[in-house]
């Protein structure tokens, strides 16, 4: 059963915006850890956004002012808006979820994966 499902990925120029977008069947994720991860081709993958249950957000330091995470509780979506989006933002981006930890989030512990969606930003 496919509990994340990501959407918005597409090829952009530099300068442009993208939201993606991550539905989520289960409902407890709501109130846990959730975020946003992206791997680039030969690069480990990495944190980009989390956000936890409180709404305490964490970013990427590259990311910062650039991209928001943001959470619609009653539509069970996470959104990541991305602006001023950079060639050196080129990943598969992956939506995930940690169903038990609902504060304090750590990248290492998200359990639950989507699909993920590809983001290319051409110069």
């Known amino acids: 059963q496919v509990q994340l499902v990501e959407s918005g990925g597409d090829s952009v120029q530099a300068g442009g915006s993208l939201r993606l977008s991550c539905a989520f069947s289960?409902?407890?994720?709501?109130?846990?850890?959730m975020g946003w991860f992206r791997q680039a081709p030969g690069k480990e993958r990495e944190a980009v956004a989390l956000i936890a249950g409180d709404g305490a957000i964490a970013y990427e330091d590259s990311v910062k002012g650039r991209f928001t995470i943001s959470r619609v509780h009653g539509k069970n979506i996470l959104y990541l808006q991305m602006n001023s989006l950079k060639p050196e933002d080129t990943a598969m981006y992956y939506c995930a979820a940690d169903p038990q930890r609902a504060s304090g989030c750590m990248s290492w512990a998200f359990s639950v994966w989507g699909q993920g969606t590809q983001v290319s930003v051409s110069s």
């Open positions: 289960e409902l407890s994720y709501s109130t846990h850890c």
